[in-house]
């Protein structure tokens, strides 16, 4: 298949995956009364901004941000701290009950949501945590470490050991053959690796919804899911939110999308 | 440096004493749901009751009706809670009747806070011996019939299940010429399983039939006047065509969408219809009817059932100020606040004899329709099982006898051996 | 030190799994046996009781065939699209390719909530763009409806969960296409192999490691899939759409039968832990051949 083609086809792709995002572009402009209607239409006079100037008069939507940012920065953070020191101990250790705790890693994707969340709001409780970001970011962190020390192992195992080893006769201990060579060497997996953990964090709706219940504590998503009524589900300011909220993951996955692709070429697949 | 370290320690050592003196009691109220202006008024209530309640405080959050179980569930299992909720008073049965709610029977001045309500609206609170909540707003189930397609076809809103059939019927129209209807006599609300089912049991209602005994022992779903309700459903949907096909899909906004359009001609809902059709058509008329009754009793249609909801203001059994917690739902649900209900559309209606019999009242045109059919309307059955078995016992098996499944008789004799057997604790 | 520094880097994140894995995980199992309910108060042991409730529960039976057909029909079918347009990006690269990438990669940028709202919107049957289109061209009735249609409902959730899930896919394999020594297609060209071939011979072994990966996570996560279903059929029309996590939510939250949700999230990890060990041995037995 020749690469004029190839373009071509790719820009037609392209199209069709943003379809049900560029629909919700199109509703987030329009008055309520026009969101559905018959011929539905794209473009339509009376589009305005009102829905994203609404939108925050309806919810505190700025406080909802701060509260995503702090958590989903925080459970990013966190997350990358254990979980890179696990990946190190996988890739570059031999132990008892390495391959169980492996396996352990893995199962705790395996229970759903809901079979999770009373136990969990029941501990936060019992911790003075419900309610609080701290709650939530250890709730996030939790979640998210599986796959993070699945991702970081990959990268640690693809950097040889004799970078490590020569450090290591240099005179530096393991910690600071981790600090000084390994850490700089992994940094576009870690980068890779941050980035899901924020995206996780950021969408992440179920427990948020379930352990924080005051607005300084809402995240965006929980935000979002409020526009569904109880009589009317305010569509077209649920799409702004959806919109100008899915505009700061974006651009941090422009930003990091190099370091991502190399990242993962680098040592997922190991 | 020194005398800003005295003063430093003076504010250090004086702070925590302030707090101390800060003696305000915090009631928690957590109201979910409601339209934007019900809202609003919930505030400015909230407020001026701390101006009149100095040593209270009062934190107010607005939650999704949409989670309440969820959120409701979270809380009790640890024992905690907002100290006032707003719920279905069949909640009363449910968590009253297990201890949760506190029964605001035993608060001294209740008999005179009884004499506020119509009767049958605080009635809805009770459950056992004890009430467990103050009614809030009160939902009587009818029929809406679009004006403009009712008046084009010439045809005037139905009373008896016949009439009822031939009108859905007359209103299925092909309109654009294409071959495909896109004009429906009814739109059904399947998407919903909990709306769904309270607005097929107003028919069963008007037909004489009930859920369940009196005593709550044995469910009734499969007596004839309940059957014979599903079958017009049913016959509607598979002979006439004149139920909107994609109706297991759809909620309230489809609803609302589709009767904006004029794609529907009736449906079956409360008081909250006005307001949220005004909100999507500004203007957009129709009549307000009771839910027709069968042929054979339509001449005691005037006193036939329908389906009463109702939402009450519930004080928590655990809360550490109850009756702090009491004097501020009676700010809330009194007469002077329940002339809210009528002065502003909140979605509902009021539930003090003062404000339904005001002159304010009369000038309301479909709400003599909403206060006589909530003078014989009867809620759900008291059982704590009871939204169980709405939901994923009678939706399910009621949508299979419409959609052509099952016989509507089969369908409720299996839905009333399942929930037989779910309130004897065999599922 | 030495000995105990691997047990040392290992803590936190165990300390976090004990949290939200061991604990719920024993919790649940506990009260699987027990007659648990909100209001009704912890009861005392109930045997298997609460299981063969879950067995002979009318929705269960139909949620695991469901789930079944979602996790791993949702999960292909992502594969399959990640692949070509991971492909196809790699063919047509131009100045705007990063550009692009991202635009791609949008689907799993934003909230589940808001995917599923978008294609339950566009699914409306008569006001949703997609029957505008097909109604237009003659291939549907107006007025027909995906989402109230029980054969098609959940074939609707699973494209949706397909679209969530393909960006994530095809960065793998972006990365998977990359790592992939040119020297192994220099020396088909040379053979003279045709492009298929090159394809089915180089490319798709090459690609196992990183396919097999994405195949096992991609099912156990929508297995464990509660949002998508739930905004947009909520289970329905009657129970065509019920999958296991949903079903879970009714059991716990409107029942408010604890005893009955831990079991079947309890009979759910079970289930997913068989599938997974039974997986894993396969891929390992493949890789020693």
């Given at each position: 298949?020749?690469?004029?083609?190839?373009?071509?086809?790719l820009?037609?792709?392209?199209?069709?995956?943003?379809?049900?995002?560029?629909?919700?572009?199109?509703t987030?402009?329009?008055?309520?009364?026009?969101?559905?209607?018959?011929?539905?239409?794209?473009?339509?006079?009376?589009?305005?901004?009102?829905?994203?100037?609404?939108?925050?008069?309806?919810?505190?939507?700025?406080?909802?941000?701060?509260?995503?940012?702090?958590?989903?920065?925080?459970?990013?953070?966190?997350?990358?701290?254990?979980?890179s020191?696990?990946?190190f101990a996988?890739?570059?250790?031999?132990?008892?009950?390495?391959?169980?705790?492996?396996?352990?890693?893995?199962?705790?994707?395996?229970?759903?949501?809901?079979?999770?969340?009373?136990?969990?709001?029941?501990?936060?409780?019992?911790?003075?945590?419900?309610?609080?970001?701290?709650?939530?970011?250890?709730?996030?962190?939790?979640?998210?470490?599986?796959?993070?020390?699945?991702?970081?192992?990959?990268?640690?195992?693809?950097i040889?050991?004799?970078?490590?080893?020569?450090?290591?006769?240099?005179?530096?201990?393991?910690?600071?053959?981790?600090?000084?060579?390994?850490?700089?060497?992994?940094?576009?997996?870690?980068?890779?690796?941050?980035?899901?953990a924020?995206?996780?964090?950021?969408?992440e709706?179920?427990?948020?919804?379930?352990?924080?219940?005051?607005?300084a504590?809402?995240?965006?998503?929980?935000?979002?899911?409020?526009?569904?009524g109880e009589?009317?589900?305010?569509w077209?300011?649920?799409?702004?939110?959806?919109?100008?909220?899915?505009?700061?993951?974006?651009?941090?996955?422009?930003?990091?999308?190099?370091?991502?692709?190399?990242?993962?070429?680098?040592?997922?697949?190991? | 440096?020194?005398?800003?370290?005295?003063?430093?320690?003076?504010?250090?050592?004086?702070?925590?004493?302030?707090?101390?003196?800060?003696?305000?009691?915090v009631?928690?109220?957590?109201?979910?749901?409601?339209?934007?202006?019900?809202?609003?008024?919930?505030?400015?209530?909230?407020?001026?009751?701390?101006?009149a309640?100095?040593?209270?405080?009062?934190?107010?959050?607005?939650?999704?009706?949409n989670?309440?179980?969820?959120?409701?569930?979270?809380?009790?299992?640890?024992?905690?809670?907002?100290?006032?909720?707003?719920?279905?008073?069949?909640?009363?049965?449910?968590?009253?009747?297990?201890?949760?709610?506190?029964?605001?029977?035993?608060?001294?001045?209740?008999?005179?806070?009884?004499?506020?309500?119509?009767?049958?609206?605080?009635?809805?609170?009770?459950?056992?011996?004890?009430?467990?909540?103050?009614?809030?707003?009160?939902?009587?189930?009818?029929?809406?019939?679009?004006?403009?397609?009712?008046?084009?076809?010439?045809?005037?809103?139905?009373?008896?299940?016949?009439?009822?059939?031939?009108?859905?019927?007359?209103?299925?129209?092909?309109?654009?010429?294409?071959?495909v209807?896109?004009?429906?006599?009814?739109?059904?609300?399947?998407?919903?399983?909990?709306?769904?089912?309270?607005?097929?049991?107003?028919?069963?209602?008007?037909?004489?039939?009930?859920?369940?005994?009196?005593?709550?022992?044995?469910?009734?779903?499969?007596?004839?006047?309940?059957?014979?309700?599903?079958?017009?459903?049913?016959?509607?949907?598979?002979?006439?065509?004149?139920?909107?096909p994609?109706?297991?899909?759809?909620?309230?906004?489809?609803?609302?969408?589709?009767?904006?359009?004029?794609?529907?001609?009736?449906?079956?809902?409360?008081p909250?219809?006005?307001?949220?059709?005004?909100d999507?058509?500004?203007?957009?008329?129709?009549?307000?009817?009771?839910?027709?009754?069968?042929?054979?009793?339509?001449?005691?249609?005037?006193?036939?059932?329908?389906?009463?909801?109702?939402?009450?203001?519930?004080?928590?059994?655990?809360?550490?100020?109850?009756e702090?917690?009491?004097?501020?739902?009676?700010?809330?649900?009194?007469?002077?606040?329940?002339?809210?209900?009528?002065?502003?559309?909140?979605?509902?209606?009021?539930?003090?004899?003062?404000?339904?019999?005001?002159?304010?009242?009369?000038?309301?045109?479909?709400?003599?329709?909403?206060?006589?059919?909530?003078?014989?309307?009867?809620?759900w059955?008291?059982?704590?099982?009871?939204?169980?078995?709405?939901?994923?016992?009678?939706?399910?098996?009621?949508?299979?006898?419409?959609?052509?499944e099952?016989?509507p008789?089969?369908?409720?004799?299996?839905?009333?051996?399942?929930?037989?057997?779910?309130?004897?604790?065999?599922? | 030190?030495?000995?105990?520094?691997?047990?040392?880097?290992?803590?936190?994140?165990?300390?976090?799994?004990?949290?939200?894995?061991?604990?719920?995980?024993?919790?649940?199992?506990?009260?699987?046996?027990?007659?648990?309910?909100?209001?009704?108060?912890?009861?005392?042991?109930t045997?298997?009781?609460?299981?063969?409730?879950?067995?002979?529960?009318?929705?269960?039976?139909?949620?695991?065939?469901?789930?079944?057909?979602?996790?791993?029909?949702?999960?292909?079918?992502a594969?399959?699209?990640?692949?070509?347009?991971?492909?196809?990006?790699?063919?047509?690269?131009?100045?705007?390719?990063?550009?692009?990438?991202?635009?791609?990669?949008?689907?799993?940028?934003?909230?589940?909530?808001?995917?599923?709202?978008?294609?339950?919107?566009?699914?409306?049957?008569?006001?949703?763009?997609?029957?505008?289109?097909?109604?237009?061209?003659?291939?549907?009735?107006?007025?027909?409806?995906?989402?109230?249609?029980?054969?098609?409902?959940?074939?609707?959730?699973?494209?949706?969960?397909?679209?969530?899930?393909?960006?994530?896919?095809?960065?793998?394999?972006?990365?998977?296409?990359?790592?992939?020594?040119?020297?192994?297609?220099?020396?088909?060209?040379?053979?003279?192999?045709?492009?298929?071939?090159?394809?089915?011979?180089?490319?798709?072994?090459?690609?196992?490691?990183?396919?097999?990966?994405?195949?096992l996570?991609?099912?156990?996560?929508?297995?464990?899939?509660?949002?998508?279903?739930?905004?947009?059929?909520?289970?329905?029309?009657?129970?065509?759409?019920?999958?296991?996590?949903?079903?879970?939510?009714?059991?716990?939250?409107?029942?408010?039968?604890?005893?009955?949700?831990?079991?079947?999230?309890?009979?759910?990890?079970?289930?997913?832990?068989?599938?997974?060990?039974?997986?894993?041995?396969?891929?390992?037995?493949?890789?020693?051949?």
């Amino acid at each position: 298949m020749n690469r004029r083609l190839s373009i071509i086809l790719l820009a037609l792709v392209t199209l069709v995956v943003l379809l049900p995002f560029l629909w919700t572009v199109a509703t987030s402009f329009k008055p309520l009364r026009e969101v559905n209607r018959y011929p539905p239409v794209w473009i339509s006079p009376s589009m305005s901004l009102e829905p994203y100037r609404d939108m925050f008069f309806y919810l505190p939507f700025s406080r909802y941000t701060a509260s995503s940012l702090i958590v989903a920065t925080s459970a990013t953070v966190l997350t990358l701290g254990a979980g890179s020191m696990a990946a190190f101990a996988f890739a570059r250790f031999r132990f008892r009950g390495k391959r169980a705790l492996l396996l352990l890693f893995l199962l705790s994707q395996m229970l759903p949501g809901a079979s999770v969340i009373v136990p969990l709001f029941q501990l936060l409780r019992a911790a003075g945590l419900y309610d609080t970001h701290a709650g939530l970011i250890l709730v996030h962190t939790a979640v998210l470490l599986p796959f993070t020390i699945w991702l970081l192992h990959g990268f640690f195992t693809a950097i040889p050991v004799e970078v490590e080893d020569a450090a290591l006769i240099d005179g530096c201990s393991r910690l600071q053959a981790l600090r000084k060579v390994i850490l700089p060497l992994a940094l576009p997996g870690i980068g890779a690796t941050a980035l899901f953990a924020f995206l996780g964090s950021w969408n992440e709706f179920f427990f948020a919804l379930i352990l924080t219940t005051s607005d300084a504590t809402r995240t965006i998503p929980v935000g979002i899911g409020q526009f569904v009524g109880e009589f009317e589900d305010v569509w077209n300011q649920m799409a702004a939110a959806a919109v100008l909220f899915s505009i700061p993951p974006l651009l941090l996955f422009a930003a990091m999308r190099r370091t991502f692709v190399r990242g993962l070429a680098a040592g997922a697949l190991q | 440096m020194r005398p800003i370290i005295v003063a430093l320690a003076a504010l250090a050592l004086g702070l925590p004493s302030c707090a101390r003196n800060d003696q305000a009691v915090v009631l928690n109220d957590w109201n979910f749901g409601g339209r934007p202006r019900l809202i609003e008024w919930l505030r400015t209530r909230v407020d001026s009751f701390q101006v009149a309640h100095p040593g209270v405080r009062v934190v107010q959050s607005q939650k999704s009706w949409n989670m309440i179980r969820e959120l409701l569930y979270a809380e009790y299992s640890c024992g905690t809670g907002p100290d006032i909720v707003n719920v279905h008073a069949n909640y009363a049965a449910e968590f009253g009747g297990a201890g949760y709610y506190y029964p605001v029977n035993t608060f001294p001045d209740f008999a005179q806070v009884k004499g506020w309500y119509v009767p049958c609206m605080i009635e809805a609170t009770r459950y056992g011996d004890n009430y467990y909540g103050l009614p809030s707003s009160a939902i009587a189930f009818v029929l809406v019939c679009n004006k403009e397609l009712f008046d084009r076809e010439g045809i005037a809103p139905p009373r008896t299940w016949s009439e009822f059939r031939a009108a859905a019927r007359r209103l299925t129209r092909d309109t654009d010429g294409d071959g495909v209807p896109d004009q429906y006599g009814l739109v059904l609300l399947g998407g919903d399983r909990g709306g769904f089912a309270y607005r097929l049991i107003p028919f069963f209602l008007k037909a004489g039939a009930r859920p369940m005994t009196d005593d709550l022992k044995t469910v009734t779903l499969n007596a004839p006047g309940g059957v014979a309700a599903l079958r017009l459903i049913a016959d509607m949907y598979q002979v006439d065509h004149s139920v909107t096909p994609g109706f297991l899909a759809y909620s309230l906004t489809e609803v609302n969408d589709l009767f904006c359009s004029n794609r529907a001609a009736m449906s079956i809902e409360g008081p909250w219809f006005r307001g949220m059709v005004d909100d999507k058509c500004p203007g957009k008329k129709f009549y307000t009817v009771p839910v027709p009754v069968p042929d054979e009793l339509a001449g005691g249609a005037d006193t036939a059932a329908t389906l009463q909801d109702m939402v009450m203001y519930a004080i928590n059994a655990r809360s550490p100020h109850p009756e702090q917690a009491w004097e501020l739902l009676k700010y809330l649900r009194n007469e002077e606040a329940d002339m809210a209900w009528i002065r502003q559309d909140l979605g509902a209606t009021a539930t003090t004899r003062a404000a339904l019999e005001s002159p304010e009242a009369a000038a309301l045109d479909d709400l003599p329709v909403y206060v006589r059919e909530l003078a014989h309307a009867r809620p759900w059955p008291a059982h704590p099982k009871m939204i169980a078995i709405a939901s994923d016992i009678f939706t399910p098996w009621a949508e299979k006898a419409i959609v052509g499944e099952i016989s509507p008789a089969g369908a409720m004799d299996q839905a009333t051996r399942e929930a037989q057997e779910l309130i004897e604790g065999k599922r | 030190m030495k000995r105990s520094l691997p047990y040392l880097l290992l803590a936190p994140a165990l300390l976090f799994t004990a949290f939200v894995l061991v604990y719920p995980l024993g919790q649940n199992l506990l009260n699987s046996f027990r007659a648990v309910h909100l209001v009704q108060g912890t009861g005392g042991w109930t045997g298997l009781d609460n299981y063969r409730h879950v067995f002979a529960d009318r929705e269960f039976t139909l949620a695991l065939r469901n789930t079944a057909g979602y996790a791993l029909g949702g999960t292909l079918l992502a594969l399959a699209g990640g692949l070509a347009v991971a492909l196809l990006l790699e063919r047509a690269t131009t100045r705007a390719t990063p550009l692009v990438t991202c635009l791609l990669s949008l689907p799993w940028v934003i909230s589940p909530v808001v995917a599923g709202f978008a294609w339950k919107w566009m699914l409306n049957d008569h006001f949703g763009i997609l029957n505008a289109w097909l109604a237009g061209a003659g291939i549907v009735n107006p007025g027909t409806s995906w989402l109230g249609n029980p054969h098609t409902a959940l074939l609707c959730a699973m494209v949706a969960r397909a679209w969530q899930f393909y960006p994530f896919a095809m960065v793998m394999f972006l990365a998977g296409l990359e790592s992939i020594p040119a020297e192994q297609y220099e020396a088909a060209s040379v053979d003279g192999a045709s492009a298929v071939r090159r394809f089915l011979a180089i490319t798709l072994p090459n690609l196992r490691p990183v396919s097999s990966v994405l195949l096992l996570l991609g099912v156990i996560w929508s297995f464990n899939d509660f949002t998508t279903v739930f905004v947009m059929t909520r289970g329905g029309p009657i129970d065509a759409s019920m999958v296991l996590p949903v079903l879970v939510r009714e059991f716990s939250f409107v029942h408010f039968d604890l005893g009955k949700g831990s079991a079947l999230s309890i009979v759910i990890f079970a289930a997913l832990v068989l599938l997974s060990a039974l997986y894993l041995r396969v891929l390992v037995g493949r890789e020693r051949a």
